[in-house]
């Protein structure tokens, strides 16, 4: 089956520790994205990649760093310097084309206690 | 850059009721129109999407949206709706040209009640 994969679905981590955030896609597609959701204010961008080796920051990158090295991964390290990192990480990818739509993954929710 | 307004935060109903949820969005120029589905406990799906052409637009289980282009409005309905409908319902938008990065509203909490 084609989709996107996010591992692991829920993730605990001690405040001041950087955690990684697994993303993997098997459709082929060039663009891949990092959202934040947080209750009542939707999906924010926090980075995005149209292609392999190259990512652009999106509208909250503060406290984020990510890497595409290959073209099906797309993973998301939230370091200590993220100062509310408790959330839902929904990644997504796309065509990257005109007239086309992204898929999502099934989400990491991430407590930091 | 564009935004996305969703107007409606939390809307409840009962079963057969019918449904608008409202969007609007901002951006200078030609958009592609979507509106995604998030089930409790699932992952978000697309509901229907509007690229060009027929500015009203079938989605799944029965869902339709009309594209204003003078209103940079893109509502979602229902007629119907059913306790299963209880989900979440995001608006996004993502240009024409550039990026087509999707931008999303802050989503609407639907609750259908049996």
């Known amino acids: 089956d084609g989709g996107i994969t996010q591992s692991p679905k829920y993730l605990f981590r001690k405040e001041g520790q950087n955690v990684t955030l697994s993303c993997e896609q098997n459709l082929n597609h060039d663009a891949m994205y990092w959202y934040r959701q947080d209750p009542g204010q939707g999906l924010r961008l926090i980075y995005y990649s149209q292609i392999v080796n190259d990512f652009q920051k999106g509208d909250i990158a503060e406290g984020y760093s990510v890497s595409r090295e290959k073209k099906e991964s797309f993973p998301l390290t939230v370091t200590s310097a993220q100062k509310n990192p408790t959330a839902f990480y929904l990644c997504?990818?796309?065509?990257?084309?005109?007239?086309?739509?992204?898929?999502f993954g099934q989400g990491t929710r991430l407590t930091v206690v | 850059a564009q935004s996305v307004s969703q107007h409606n935060h939390h809307v409840i109903l009962s079963e057969a009721a019918s449904l608008e949820l409202g969007c609007n969005y901002s951006?200078?120029?030609?958009?592609?129109l979507f509106w995604y589905v998030q089930y409790p406990g699932q992952h978000l799906q697309l509901l229907l999407k509007y690229f060009s052409g027929d500015p009203l637009v079938k989605g799944i289980k029965g869902f339709e949206a009309e594209f204003i282009k003078s209103k940079f409005s893109f509502n979602l309905r229902k007629p119907s709706v059913q306790w299963s409908d209880t989900a979440e319902y995001f608006c996004?938008?993502?240009?024409?040209?550039?990026?087509?990065?999707?931008?999303f509203g802050r989503g609407t909490s639907l609750i259908v009640h049996p």
């Open positions: 997504a990818s796309s065509p990257g084309q005109v007239n086309t739509e992204a898929f």
């Open positions: 996004a938008v993502s240009p024409s040209g550039g990026s087509y990065i999707p931008t």
């Open positions: 951006y200078g120029g030609t958009v592609n």
